[in-house]
């Protein structure tokens, strides 16, 4: 089993930014960001593999967001530039694959284990 903390959620100004931060519990090589906005289903913002040389992201955040990763603190890290107001949503930390739908993908189901989230917001 592998534990999730997120933190590092706030409310800026659109245009600004935030970083977030998923401490896990040990390491995995997969792991990855989540956000579901109210009303609508969660989806998949970005995800990383191994030391971090293996990244993929979901087009609404390519080229704003940036997913990193501190193998030796069992962190990652979400930076977010470039703050939309549709960026407002819980974001989520996973990791651990479930043994449904692909390994490392941005499908909610690939992933066994989750934080509790936190809450970003945007104002225009």
């Known amino acids: 089993q592998v534990l999730l903390m997120e933190s590092g959620g706030g409310s800026v100004q659109a245009g600004g930014s935030l970083r977030l931060s998923c401490e896990a519990s040990?390491?995995?090589?997969?792991m990855g960001w989540f956000r579901q906005a109210p009303g609508k289903e969660r989806e998949g913002v970005a995800r990383i593999y191994g030391y971090g040389e293996r990244t993929y992201y979901a087009e609404s955040v390519k080229g704003r967001f940036t997913i990193s990763r501190d193998n030796a603190r069992n962190t990652v890290y979400l930076q977010m530039n470039s703050l939309k107001p549709e960026d407002i949503a819980m974001y989520y930390c996973?990791?651990?694959?479930?043994?449904?739908?692909?390994?490392?993908?941005?499908?909610?189901?690939?992933?066994?284990?989750w934080g509790q989230g936190t809450q970003v917001t945007v104002s225009s």
């Open positions: 996973a990791a651990g694959y479930s043994g449904r739908g692909t390994l490392c993908s941005l499908s909610n189901d690939a992933y066994a284990y």
């Open positions: 040990k390491y995995d090589a997969c």
